[in-house]
């Protein structure tokens, strides 16, 4: 009886451990609370570092006071500086070079803001944010001195999905960056699975409308994040962080 004893206690203590060893491990990296947007869509999160990421691209098709954002159709003008208009349509899922082997949904990479969408300040569910190119700094930098240096972006990467040429991530710390592409300036969508490219609400507004840039964070055939100007024209999706 007192050797039954002594087993139940150390194998009460040895769970005990694990659960605590288990929780020590995901402190700055696990699933967190959900955060549902004005559309209903309901989006995971995580913790990394001290910065608390959604899981998924934004898809909300109306602004968060309640105005609904115009869906691009073929024809419409996307890019034009004169035709300030928010406007969104869904990255391309169409997979003509099948590298998936299941039919994705029309909404799977989320959705694709145009300059005067992302302008607006009323995309983010409340509590939340468009990041900046800093806030991207930051994770890069707390993972490059965590585990990850020069391997930012494999890390990043979702592990399936991803042209050849471009190569699948690790998705190491369960980011899961998606192939999203981006959309041109004439509304078209470019690259869909050769790159994943989120907006930043960095634009240089020193020079004329014409000549701004924005700063947008791409993952692509590198080891870590490429941040690159490019013209206002250019669409991309939006991964938010909280405020």
């Known amino acids: 009886m007192r050797l039954l004893t002594k087993i139940n206690v150390v194998v009460l203590f040895v769970l005990i451990s694990f659960g605590c060893s288990k929780d020590d491990n995901n402190s700055n990296n696990e699933q967190e609370l959900t955060v549902t947007d004005i559309d209903g869509n309901v989006y995971n999160t995580i913790t990394i570092g001290n910065q608390i990421w959604m899981l998924e691209n934004l898809k909300t098709t109306t602004f968060n006071d309640g105005t609904p954002i115009i869906e691009y159709l073929f024809g419409m003008d996307w890019g034009s500086i004169g035709n300030q208009v928010p406007q969104y349509q869904w990255a391309d899922t169409s997979d003509s070079n099948n590298v998936v082997e299941e039919e994705l949904p029309f909404d799977f990479y989320g959705a694709m803001y145009n300059h005067w969408a992302i302008e ?26 965590n585990g990850f240096e020069n391997q930012v972006a494999l890390a990043l990467k979702s592990s399936t999905g991803w042209l050849p040429s471009s190569g699948n991530g690790t998705n190491a710390v369960n980011f899961n960056g998606l192939p999203n592409g981006y959309v041109n300036a004439f509304g078209g969508p470019t690259l869909g699975q050769g790159i994943c490219t989120w907006a930043t609400t960095n634009v240089n507004t020193s020079v004329p409308l014409g000549s701004r840039t924005r700063v947008l964070v791409q993952l692509f055939d590198t080891e870590n994040i490429f941040y690159s100007d490019n013209a206002i024209q250019i669409g991309a999706g939006i991964r938010c962080i909280k405020e």
Not at 126 to 145: N, Q
Request: net charge negative; proline share 8%; glycine share 8%.
């Open 120 to 145: 607006s300040g009323k995309l983010a569910p409340e509590g939340w944010r468009i990041p900046t190119k800093e806030d991207f700094e930051k994770l890069e930098k707390y993972l490059s001195e």
